[in-house]
């Protein structure tokens, strides 16, 4: 079956390169048909995103701040100013001092634990608040990125896990809020990637290496492979699933060890 998302808009958060994932989620939908606009934080950023944007026919990009109601209510004004709805956001934001993703959780700072909340679970919450006012006439689809580490311990993940499984449960309660609305809020959790975010977290190269060797399909995700699940969970395909946390791992979340000749 060829899933389209033709006539379909979305609002892509979070991309910083090519090989972010929010980048293959995005470049996923274009080939399916999606209109799309970004989000992106500091010019940096902006002077990235801009070609990638432009390579999926994207003229709209807007500089936010998640943690800033200001910045925030900005964005999705300019973006009902463009559109006047909206079929899917897709929430790729998370952040850690990067001090803190390697060594004991324990030693977790009280700055960094709020700040961490904020950014990478809280925003969803936000975003779904100004989101869904586009969406009321026909539905759509809320889709934000975990990792196992939220259920899971995974050494140097730290503080991001306690933010994963949080922004985890904020998916089930808006899911249950926003179902009524025709509204579907869902997660993705890919395994291991190397991206820009995951190269933060100490031992990332080790990390890696481990669940290629051991997932069920012997492999990591790809972009692609996430990008198609993507576009699942945004088409009319996906019009039953929500508030789910889809696992995209190559099946490692299956596992009580590592396969017998890694032991």
């Given at each position: 079956m060829t899933i389209s998302l033709a006539g379909k808009r979305g609002l892509v958060m979070g991309v910083a390169n090519e090989r972010s994932i929010a980048w293959g989620i995005a470049k996923a939908c274009a080939e399916a048909g999606a209109e799309l606009a970004f989000t992106y934080q500091g010019e940096a950023f902006g002077k990235r995103l801009e070609p990638l944007a432009a390579s999926v026919g994207s003229d709209f990009m807007v500089d936010v701040d998640v943690t800033d109601d200001a910045s925030l209510d900005a964005a999705f004004e300019a973006l009902a100013a463009r559109w006047d709805s909206l079929d899917f956001v897709v929430h790729a934001i998370a952040f850690s001092d990067k001090a803190e993703l390697t060594g004991r959780f324990l030693d977790t700072s009280r700055a960094n634990f709020k700040n961490s909340l904020d950014i990478s679970a809280y925003s969803f919450i936000e975003i779904a608040r100004r989101a869904h006012p586009l969406m009321k006439e026909n539905g759509g689809t809320l889709l934000t990125l975990t990792y196992m580490g939220s259920n899971r311990v995974t050494p140097n993940y730290n503080v991001m896990g306690v933010a994963k499984a949080a922004l985890e449960s904020a998916t089930r309660y808006l899911a249950n809020d926003l179902g009524p609305e025709g509204i579907r809020v869902n997660a993705l959790s890919p395994g291991p990637m190397k991206t820009l975010a995951g190269a933060a977290i100490g031992g990332a190269r080790k990390t890696?290496?481990?669940?290629?060797?051991?997932?069920?399909?012997?492999?990591?995700?790809?972009?692609?492979?996430?990008?198609g699940t993507a576009v699942w969970l945004?088409?009319?395909?996906?019009?039953c699933t929500t508030g789910e946390i889809v696992r995209v791992d190559g099946g490692f979340h299956?596992?009580?060890?590592?396969?017998?000749?890694n032991l």
């Open positions: 890696y290496k481990h669940t290629d060797m051991n997932a069920p399909l012997r492999a990591n995700a790809t972009l692609e492979a996430v990008g945004i088409s009319d395909a996906g019009a299956v596992l009580g060890m590592p396969q017998h000749e």
